[in-house]
Structures are given as structure tokens and as C-alpha cells.
């Protein structure tokens, strides 16, 4: 089963195309490799897309940490902040290689929400350029403006460590969201910022205390692209209750993250985890959010993910298993991409 098709909130293909070195890299995505989006695979599984993000990885000794979150309890220290000059450097990489993917016919980058359901219609893979991590923007937007015009339509102020933005939360089980500061006065400045250029602000990854600020300060609805319901697994990284609900006062999407450790009730990043526990996840989260407000985050080629969906060709493991949950046809098809696209068409100025 390969329709609906898939357009999901989160994907680490560029990072994982740096870490390999791009020209490789780009070969293997369009012709197949071992990571969980290529342009087979997405076509075996009928993905179609999604936001690929652009992410400076942290130096040294936090390699490694998807192995260490395997442990029944860990809490894994903060990495240090990344300075502007390393963060714009490998930045501007990676975004070169989206580029380059699209020169090669991988796929297209989309900075509208027709451009996108063209895509879904035509089998191309519609790429939305976003960031995980505002550490490669200066204080003063320059680089902003400039990648508003590269096609950046989506940001997360912070990944999991301190910036000069705010907090993100530690990789730490169990947890609450609650942990570190919220936004610093700059913080603010860049969700007003992206708030009148139309582009997304991502609440993933960041601290509850950040998430309100976001909440109090911008006009468009709330999003997380790639986070889960912390009432199932109680990780800093998913969403309380009272966090989903404000996302579905203001027309807000949540994507489910299909992180094992996200989606475990005992945290731990082993994919031995069964469809119906994303199906779980997908159904509190129906309850809180509404129909309109829930999506598909994959998180893939950032995460270990159920063995049942494997990577991007096994996506029907999951079409099927909302159908076996008794989901009819059009909440599927919603979690599937129609809801991205609607948050996208209220959020972007098009
Ligand atoms: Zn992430």
C-alpha cells in the first residue's frame, strides 16, 4: 500500500550526506545507500517528501549518542555551544547539497504549498528547507534574509544544547520538558523576525519555558515537527498534554517523531518496538490535537526507528496499521501530508 503518500516534518538526510562527505553522498541518495531516505527507497515506500533539515552537529565527544540512549536510564550532558563562524560554514554546506540534490533531479525545493502538492501529484520529492538550530544565524539577521532567499521556510531556534537563542532540552530519561531557560531577548527578536517573513517556528527540541515564550509572543500556529506525547513516554523531548492542547488552540500540527526512544515507555533508543506503539502515540495526540492537528515527524536518518518500518520503503507498515486501528481513509490521508500542507499554507506568507 503506497498511497496515501508520506510528507513528513523532519528528516536528517543532509546532515547524514555531510558527516559522509557530500559528492558520495549525493550519488547514493539518488541511486540507493544504506540511510533511510534515498530516492528508491521513497519511491518503494511512497514517501514524498518533507522538511529536510539543515544541522551543525556537535563537536567531539557527543558522537555516539543514539548507542548510549539504548541504557534503561541515561542522561546525556549537554554539548557546548557551536560558534557562529563553524555553525555558518557547515550550514551553507549543507544547503549547497540540497541545492546540489536538486540539480541532479533528487528532488525539489519548495517554498509554496502548491509547488509541494504538484510534487505529491507528480512523484517528485518535495524538499522544505528548514533548520534545526538557530546557532549559524548572527544576532543581526543577516544570514537569515539570505537563507529566506537559499528557500529557508522552517526553523527551530535550538537544538538539544544551550544557544545564544535559548535552551534546548538534554537527551535524559525518564524527564520532564520542563529544564533549562526559555527564550533570551534574542530568542524573541528571531520568532518576531520569522513570524513577519512567514517562516515556521519549530517548538521540537526545545525547553517548556521556550515553548511558552513561543507560544506568547508569535501569530502563527504552533508547531512541533518532530515530538511525541510525554502522558506515554515521559522524555523531555515529547509534549505534555497541556503543550498539545496549546498547539491545537491555535490550528498547530504535531508530528509524530518515529524516534524509538521517543515512542518507548521505557525511552530506550532499540527498535524493537512495534507499529501499533506509533499508533498509540497518533491517537492520544488525535484526542488533544483534533483531526487537523496531527502529522508524521520520521525523524529519519536521525534515529533508530521501529524495526517494522525499518526506513522510508516501509512506510505502508504504518498506513496499515492506522487502518487496522480503524482511522478511516481521511484521517489518514491528513497524517499522512494534508496537514502539513494546511499549516503550511496558514503559516508561510505565499
Ligand atoms: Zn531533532
Request: glycine fraction near 12%; charge should be negative.
Given at each position: 500500500?503506497?498511497?496515501?503518500?508520506?510528507?513528513?516534518?523532519?528528516?536528517?538526510?543532509?546532515?547524514?550526506?555531510?558527516?559522509?562527505?557530500?559528492?558520495?553522498?549525493?550519488?547514493?541518495?539518488?541511486?540507493?545507500?544504506?540511510?533511510?531516505?534515498?530516492?528508491?527507497?521513497?519511491?518503494?515506500?511512497?514517501?514524498?517528501?518533507?522538511?529536510?533539515?539543515?544541522?551543525?552537529?556537535?563537536r567531539g565527544e557527543f558522537s555516539g549518542y543514539l548507542e548510549r540512549m539504548q541504557a534503561p536510564e541515561?542522561?546525556?550532558?549537554?554539548?557546548?555551544?557551536?560558534?557562529?563562524?563553524?555553525?555558518?560554514?557547515?550550514?551553507?554546506?549543507?544547503?549547497?547539497?540540497?541545492?546540489?540534490?536538486?540539480?541532479?533531479?533528487?528532488?525539489?525545493?519548495?517554498?509554496?504549498?502548491?509547488?509541494?502538492?504538484?510534487?505529491?501529484?507528480?512523484?517528485?520529492?518535495?524538499?522544505?528547507?528548514?533548520?534545526?538550530?538557530?546557532?549559524?544565524?548572527?544576532?543581526?539577521?543577516?544570514?537569515?534574509?539570505?537563507?529566506?532567499?537559499?528557500?529557508?521556510?522552517?526553523?527551530?531556534?535550538?537544538?538539544?544544547?544551550?544557544?545564544?537563542?535559548?535552551?534546548?532540552?538534554?537527551?535524559?530519561?525518564?524527564?520532564?520538558?520542563?529544564?533549562?531557560?526559555?527564550?533570551?531577548?534574542?530568542?524573541?527578536?528571531?520568532?518576531?523576525?520569522?513570524?513577519?517573513?512567514?517562516?515556521?517556528?519549530?517548538?521540537?527540541?526545545?525547553?517548556?519555558?521556550?515553548?511558552?515564550?513561543?507560544?506568547?509572543?508569535?501569530?502563527?500556529?504552533?508547531?512541533?515537527?518532530?515530538?511525541?506525547?510525554?502522558?506515554?513516554?515521559?522524555?523531555?523531548?515529547?509534549?505534555?498534554?497541556?503543550?498539545?492542547?496549546?498547539?491545537?488552540?491555535?490550528?498547530?500540527?504535531?508530528?509524530?517523531?518515529?524516534?524509538?526512544?521517543?515512542?518507548?515507555?521505557?525511552?530506550?533508543?532499540?527498535?524493537?518496538?512495534?507499529?501499533?506503539?506509533?499508533?498509540?502515540?497518533?491517537?492520544?495526540?488525535?484526542?488533544?490535537?483534533?483531526?487537523?492537528?496531527?502529522?508524521?515527524?520520521?525523524?529519519?536518518?536521525?534515529?533508530?526507528?521501529?524495526?517494522?518500518?525499518?526506513?522510508?520503503?516501509?512506510?505502508?507498515?504504518?498506513?496499515?496499521?492506522?487502518?487496522?486501528?480503524?482511522?478511516?481513509?481521511?484521517?489518514?490521508?491528513?497524517?499522512?501530508?494534508?496537514?502539513?500542507?494546511?499549516?503550511?499554507?496558514?503559516?508561510?506568507?505565499?
Amino acid at each position: 500500500m503506497k498511497t496515501p503518500p508520506v510528507f513528513d516534518g523532519h528528516n536528517d538526510v543532509l546532515s547524514r550526506l555531510y558527516k559522509r562527505g557530500t559528492s558520495g553522498g549525493i550519488r547514493g541518495f539518488l541511486t540507493g545507500d544504506d540511510g533511510h531516505i534515498d530516492v528508491p527507497k521513497s519511491r518503494l515506500g511512497g514517501f514524498a517528501g518533507g522538511f529536510f533539515a539543515v544541522f551543525v552537529p556537535s563537536r567531539g565527544e557527543f558522537s555516539g549518542y543514539l548507542e548510549r540512549m539504548q541504557a534503561p536510564e541515561y542522561d546525556l550532558p549537554l554539548p557546548p555551544e557551536v560558534p557562529l563562524a563553524e555553525a555558518q560554514k557547515i550550514a551553507w554546506k549543507q544547503v549547497e547539497t540540497l541545492r546540489q540534490l536538486e540539480k541532479d533531479g533528487g528532488l525539489t525545493i519548495c517554498t509554496d504549498t502548491d509547488a509541494i502538492l504538484h510534487c505529491i501529484s507528480s512523484g517528485e520529492i518535495a524538499a522544505v528547507l528548514h533548520m534545526e538550530g538557530a546557532e549559524a544565524i548572527d544576532p543581526g539577521f543577516e544570514t537569515l534574509d539570505r537563507l529566506y532567499e537559499a528557500g529557508l521556510r522552517s526553523l527551530g531556534p535550538v537544538w538539544s544544547r544551550p544557544t545564544p537563542y535559548g535552551d534546548g532540552v538534554p537527551f535524559r530519561f525518564p524527564s520532564n520538558p520542563d529544564i533549562g531557560g526559555g527564550l533570551t531577548d534574542i530568542g524573541k527578536s528571531l520568532v518576531r523576525k520569522c513570524n513577519r517573513m512567514g517562516i515556521l517556528v519549530d517548538t521540537s527540541h526545545i525547553s517548556e519555558t521556550g515553548f511558552w515564550d513561543i507560544a506568547a509572543i508569535t501569530d502563527a500556529p504552533i508547531v512541533a515537527t518532530h515530538s511525541n506525547v510525554h502522558a506515554i513516554c515521559p522524555h523531555s523531548r515529547n509534549l505534555t498534554d497541556k503543550q498539545l492542547a496549546a498547539i491545537a488552540e491555535t490550528g498547530g500540527v504535531v508530528g509524530l517523531n518515529f524516534a524509538t526512544a521517543l515512542l518507548r515507555e521505557d525511552g530506550r533508543m532499540v527498535d524493537d518496538v512495534p507499529v501499533s506503539m506509533m499508533v498509540r502515540h497518533l491517537e492520544h495526540m488525535v484526542r488533544i490535537v483534533g483531526e487537523d492537528g496531527v502529522a508524521l515527524g520520521s525523524d529519519f536518518d536521525g534515529a533508530t526507528v521501529p524495526k517494522p518500518i525499518g526506513d522510508a520503503s516501509g512506510l505502508g507498515a504504518l498506513r496499515q496499521a492506522m487502518t487496522d486501528a480503524g482511522f478511516g481513509t481521511k484521517l489518514i490521508e491528513k497524517i499522512c501530508y494534508k496537514n502539513w500542507v494546511g499549516v503550511l499554507k496558514r503559516t508561510w506568507r505565499q
